[in-house]
Nanobody, 120 residues
C-alpha cells in the first residue's frame, strides 16, 4: 500500500509559479507510475501530468509547456513544477499512483489533495 502526502499548494498571482511535492511512504515510487490530477469545483477530475516508472512523461493539453513533472526515487518524492499559472489552474491537486500508466480515472492510490488558488 502507498501513502501519498502532497505539499506546496497555496495562493499565487496569475503568472506566478509554484512547486508541489508528493512524499510517498509504504512503498517505493520506483515501483509505481505516478502523476498529478486536479479537480475544480463543479468540474470533472482531469489528469495534469503523468510519469511512468521508466520516466516517460505526458501532460494535459491545458498545462503543456507550463508544468513539469519529475520524480526523485531516492527521496521517494514526485514533484510538479508549475509556471505561468492562470486562474483556470485553480483546483485541488492530487498526487496519484498506479500500477499502470495513470490517467484521470486510472490509479490505485491518491493523496488528500492540496488547494491551489490563482488569483490577483
Amino acid at each position: 500500500q502507498v501513502q501519498l502526502v502532497e505539499s506546496g499548494g497555496g495562493l499565487v498571482q496569475p503568472g506566478g509559479s509554484l512547486r508541489l511535492s508528493c512524499a510517498a511512504s509504504g512503498s517505493t515510487i520506483s515501483s509505481w507510475n505516478m502523476g498529478w490530477s486536479r479537480q475544480a469545483p463543479g468540474q470533472q477530475r482531469e489528469l495534469v501530468a503523468g510519469i511512468t516508472k521508466d520516466g516517460n512523461t505526458n501532460y494535459g493539453n491545458s498545462v503543456l509547456g507550463r508544468f513539469t513533472i519529475s520524480r526523485d526515487n531516492a527521496k521517494n518524492t514526485v514533484y510538479l513544477e508549475m509556471n505561468n499559472l492562470k486562474p483556470e489552474d485553480t483546483a485541488v491537486y492530487y498526487c496519484i499512483a498506479g500500477s499502470v500508466e495513470v490517467s484521470a480515472t486510472t490509479f490505485n492510490y491518491w493523496g488528500q489533495g492540496t488547494q491551489i488558488t490563482v488569483s490577483a
